[in-house]
């Protein structure tokens, strides 16, 4: 193989890559754009909870906030556990807490327009 070819081969997987990498980062964001999965996830990034605890923080009904957990579950942004009969909720990685502070203080700048800072 050439050295152009392989260059050229290195290129074509990175593109893939980084055209999944963007599809999947869509994703994520598209299913942190609903208010009330953006709610479970403010809140369970405090710490794990159980549906109860979760509709009570969210003001949602219990079956809106259960269909919203299954659907975050599957898409593998939440993470269960059982304790006795309860089903406790947490996130299953903290980058997923920090992207949803950072879209709430980006609204929080907004909301009070504040100047813009890194």
């Known amino acids: 193989m050439s050295t152009s070819t392989g260059v050229a081969d290195a290129?074509?997987?990175?593109?893939?890559?980084?055209?999944?990498?963007?599809?999947?980062?869509?994703?994520?964001?598209a299913l942190l754009?609903?208010?009330t999965r953006?709610?479970?996830?403010?809140?369970?990034?405090?710490?794990?909870a159980d549906v109860t605890t979760l509709t009570e923080a969210?003001?949602?009904a219990r079956p809106s906030v259960s269909q919203h957990l299954a659907k975050l579950r599957l898409a593998g942004?939440?993470?269960?556990?059982?304790?006795?009969?309860?089903?406790?909720?947490s996130l299953r990685h903290g980058h997923l807490r920090r992207l949803?502070?950072?879209?709430l203080n980006v609204a929080d700048h907004q909301i009070g327009?504040?100047?813009p800072h890194d």
């Open 11 to 29: 290129q074509s997987s990175q593109q893939r890559g980084g055209n999944e990498r963007l599809d999947v980062a869509a994703s994520v964001l």
């Open 33 to 35: 754009a609903d208010r």
């Open 38 to 48: 953006l709610a479970l996830l403010e809140r369970l990034g405090r710490g794990e």
């Open 58 to 60: 969210t003001g949602a």
């Open 77 to 89: 942004l939440v993470a269960t556990r059982k304790d006795g009969r309860r089903v406790v909720y």
């Open 100 to 103: 949803v502070d950072e879209a």
């Open 113 to 115: 327009s504040l100047p």
